[in-house]
């Protein structure tokens, strides 16, 4: 059950979900600690660009919202409160931005929009019209592009298409 296997930027970690909570593993050790141990479902980690946070997604409050962690604390905060849910958050190289997806509000299958938020002043920005079956974003090490897997429906009768 294990979901979201993400290596640190300094390679010595790897955090991941399982069993409805988010786990940290030392590497070359058998040190596994679990960072968020409570009733709720968190999924997706993503580590900030410095190691020392690791931003994921968390039914907490009803819905899955966005939440930062910070690690030397173990104090998580609220990011972001969405009325709808959210998925694949992604932390930009710079450490400026999380790149996410809505899903949509009809929970139609497989579509999302996406958008990024300004850690600091929690601002949103839509990017895309809704998508269908995005993929988890990647961004640049400059985090200025951004690339993202859509699949184009050969019909609306029928989900198969082209990636």
Same mark, same amino acid.
């Given at each position: 059950?294990?979901?979201?296997? &993400?290596?640190?930027?300094?390679? $010595?970690?790897?955090?991941?979900?399982?069993?409805?909570?988010?786990?940290?593993?030392?590497?070359?050790?058998? *040190?596994?600690? $679990?960072?968020?141990?409570?009733?709720?479902?968190?999924?997706? !980690?993503?580590?900030? !660009?410095?190691?020392?946070?690791?931003?994921?997604?968390?039914?907490?409050?009803? $819905?899955?919202?966005?939440? &930062?962690?910070?690690?030397?604390?173990? *104090? +998580?905060? *609220?990011?972001?409160?969405?009325?709808?849910?959210?998925?694949? !958050?992604?932390?930009?190289?710079?450490?400026?931005?999380?790149?996410?997806?809505?899903?949509?509000?009809? $929970?139609?299958?497989?579509?999302?929009?996406?958008?990024?938020?300004?850690?600091?002043?929690?601002?949103?920005?839509?990017?895309?019209?809704?998508?269908?079956? !995005? %993929? =988890?974003? %990647?961004?640049?090490?400059? +985090? =200025?592009?951004?690339?993202?897997?859509?699949?184009?429906?050969? +019909?609306?009768?029928?989900?198969?298409?082209?990636?």
């Amino acid at each position: 059950w294990i979901m979201w296997p &993400v290596i640190s930027p300094d390679g $010595n970690s790897v955090a991941f979900a399982a069993l409805g909570d988010i786990y940290m593993k030392q590497i070359g050790t058998e *040190k596994t600690e $679990n960072l968020t141990e409570d009733e709720f479902v968190d999924i997706d !980690p993503t580590w900030s !660009p410095d190691g020392k946070q690791l931003a994921y997604l968390s039914d907490k409050e009803g $819905n899955m919202d966005l939440w &930062v962690l910070e690690l030397a604390t173990g *104090k +998580s905060t *609220k990011l972001l409160d969405h009325e709808e849910d959210l998925g694949f !958050p992604v932390w930009s190289p710079d450490g400026k931005t999380i790149a996410y997806f809505v899903r949509d509000s009809r $929970n139609v299958w497989g579509y999302g929009a996406l958008h990024l938020i300004d850690v600091a002043t929690q601002d949103v920005t839509s990017l895309e019209n809704t998508k269908f079956v !995005p %993929s =988890k974003p %990647s961004l640049s090490a400059d +985090s =200025k592009t951004l690339a993202v897997m859509v699949l184009q429906p050969y +019909s609306s009768r029928y989900r198969e298409g082209l990636s």
